[in-house]
Structures are given as C-alpha cells and as structure tokens.
C-alpha cells in the first residue's frame, strides 16, 4: 500500500513538473541549438484566439530573424565595404546603404524555411505563445542556392553592361550587377550567422568586384570574363 502511495505521489510530482515546465525550454530539448535556431513569443490574451494566435506566430518568426539579421549585415559590410566589395563602390557610405537594403530581403527569403513548431496558451499567466523553428541545414541550404544564383545574375549584368548601346543602359546594368552581388554576399553572411561562423568570401568575389568597377569605369575588356 505504501509503495503505491508513494508510486502514485511520485506521478503527480512528475505531471505537475511537466505542467510547469517551460514550453520554450523544452523546445529547446526537442530542438537542439546545433540543428535548430528557435524564436519564442508570448503575449497576454486579448480574447481573440485568431489574432493572439497570429500575432505569437509573426513575433516568434522576427525572433530568429534578429538573431541572423545583425550579425549578416555585419558580415556582410565587412567583407562588401572593408575588404573585396570595397572596389566596386565609391564610399563606404553607398556601400553600407545598399547592404541594408539587401539583408533585409535575404534574410526573409532564408526564413521562409521557418516552421511554428509549437503554439499554445498558459492559462494560469493568461498568455499565448508560440514557438519558431529554422532547421539549420535547409536554411544553409538555400542561402548557398541563392547565393550562387546572384552571383550569375551579377556576372549576366556585366556582360549586358559590356554589350550596352549606350552610357545610361550600361550604367543600369551596372547597377543591377553591384545589387546582385551585395546579395550573394549577404546569402553569404547570413550563412555564416546561422552556423555561427565568420564569413569568408572567395576569389570570385573579388575578381567580380574588379570587372564591376572596370565596366562603370568604362575600361573595356575583350572577350567573356572567366571565373
């Protein structure tokens, strides 16, 4: 009879701990930081289910968004403005402008990859939650896709620039080219703030970056680029 007692007594210790348990960190059991980043929000209820609900869903998602968008844009100005981009603009002004821009809009493409694992309500605080997850190997996934993708784009500018009839069609490609690869560079960067990494660019970054400034410097060259 003890023993049952104690067995049962036991059970309940257990159903309350898991009542208790923090749902965020046990998303993190579920979801370990070297697979997963996870975004968390809570908000106290207003009585409209669809709306508190929708609104955990949007907050947890820009929860891992800033946890990327900083240290890509940080990244990113670093090797754009500091080291090979610095050849293509003409200050760093214009340089970290355009990257603003840019991380924005790559990093919400990499988060399209984001998943709401869990939602929920705690009665006892009066709240409902919800909790994010990106695994990380289908958003590093995709940012090396598009950022391979921008690169080719950037390169089809130069060559469009080349060929341009006249000086305002070839500034425009120009144009084109230099965003095409601030976005390859910021996939980049934002590569590496997933994996928690610095990033590094490779040559081709910086021959591009070259071919960029000698075409808008008008310095024609023969033939195709070659990478």
């Known amino acids: 009879m003890l023993k049952k007692a104690v067995l049962g007594f036991g059970i309940l210790l257990i159903s309350a701990a898991a009542a208790l348990a923090d749902p965020y960190d046990e998303a993190k059991r579920k979801y370990p930081p070297e697979s997963y980043l996870i975004g968390f929000a809570e908000v106290q209820s207003s009585g409209d289910s669809y709306k508190d609900r929708r609104r ?16 890509t844009k940080s990244n990113t100005v670093d ?18 402008n355009m990257i603003t821009e840019v991380v924005e809009e790559s990093v919400d493409e990499v988060l399209e ?42 390169k089809q500018h130069v060559e469009n620039a080349r060929a341009a009839a006249g000086e305002a069609e070839k500034q425009d ?12 560079m910021a996939y980049t960067g934002g590569k590496s703030a997933i994996e928690e990494v610095r990033a590094r660019a490779d040559s ?8 960029i400034k000698k075409v808008e410097d008008d310095q024609k060259s023969v033939g195709t680029i070659s990478y």
């Open 113 to 154: 990859g984001s998943e709401i694992a869990e939602m929920g309500e705690n009665k006892a605080k009066g709240t409902v939650y919800a909790i994010a997850v990106l695994p990380k190997k289908k958003a590093v996934e995709k940012a090396e896709m598009a950022s391979k993708q921008s690169l080719e784009n950037a």
């Open 173 to 184: 490609e120009v144009k084109k080219a230099k965003a095409e690869v601030v976005k390859a």
């Open 56 to 71: 955990v869903e949007v907050l947890s998602r820009l929860e891992i968004a800033k946890k990327i968008k900083i240290s």
């Open 79 to 96: 090797i754009m403005c500091e080291q090979q981009g610095n050849a293509v603009f003409d200050n760093k002004s214009e340089c970290v």
């Open 204 to 211: 081709g970054f910086d021959e591009l970056a070259r071919e």
